[in-house]
């Protein structure tokens, strides 16, 4: 539970410096007019990333929520808004991924769809599973640009706001992780014999 000194250390009208540190000192009064100024931004961001409302608002209660526990670990020289927006895709990515797992778990414990015969099935199935390993084997920063672009359906200039990298390293991380993807789809696959 959390637990929170109510005082008037850093009224509603306060620049944000002045409620983060209010907020770090434990004022319930900062750090709600925190997550008043940017619920809207937070939720609007988990919204592009997932396409889900409900989850949106989840993911922004969560991030809130992981902000708050790590007050003590922001640096106060850079902007609060960013680094809470880096929590935020942060979350949202979490929570792609666990929607991602528990759709591949209700995947395997369906059925096989009857249009596709077992060597259709068995294809497609190896197919999706060197693409996954072929995503694993990218390096983080890789992965990531892909995520956000593909999953999270944002475009090359969100992308780079979110990560905080130039527009022009998201198109090149974004180029050379295909390449890689593609390199590795190909030598990865099995040579049939003559």
């Known amino acids: 539970m959390l637990s929170l000194r109510l005082d008037t250390a850093a009224p509603a009208g306060s620049d944000e410096s002045s409620l983060v540190a209010a907020a770090r000192e434990g004022s319930a009064e900062a750090f709600n007019t925190l997550v008043s100024r940017y619920r809207a ?3 609007r961001l988990a919204y592009r990333l997932t396409r889900d409302p409900d989850e949106a608002l989840d993911i922004a209660q969560d991030a809130f929520l992981r902000a708050y526990r790590r007050l003590g670990e922001f640096r106060p020289d850079r902007p609060f808004s960013r680094w809470l927006f880096v ?4 979350a949202s990515l979490d929570a792609i991924r666990r929607r991602r797992r528990a759709a591949s778990y ?3 414990e ?3 769809l009857e249009e596709f015969g077992p060597e259709e099935l068995a294809v497609r199935n190896d197919e999706a599973s060197r693409v996954h390993v072929a995503l694993e084997a990218l390096p983080a920063k890789y992965r990531e640009v892909l995520e956000l672009y593909y999953i999270g359906d944002l475009r090359y200039r969100e992308i780079a706001l979110e990560l905080d990298i130039p527009i022009g390293t ?3 991380y974004i180029s050379r992780a295909k ?10 696959a099995p040579q049939l014999a003559a």
């Open 41 to 43: 931004p937070v939720v």
């Open 170 to 172: 998201v198109k090149t």
């Open 179 to 188: 390449r890689r993807l593609r390199e590795e789809l190909v030598t990865g």
């Open 106 to 108: 209700a995947v395997k």
């Open 110 to 112: 369906q059925p096989p």
């Open 87 to 90: 929590i935020a895709r942060n």
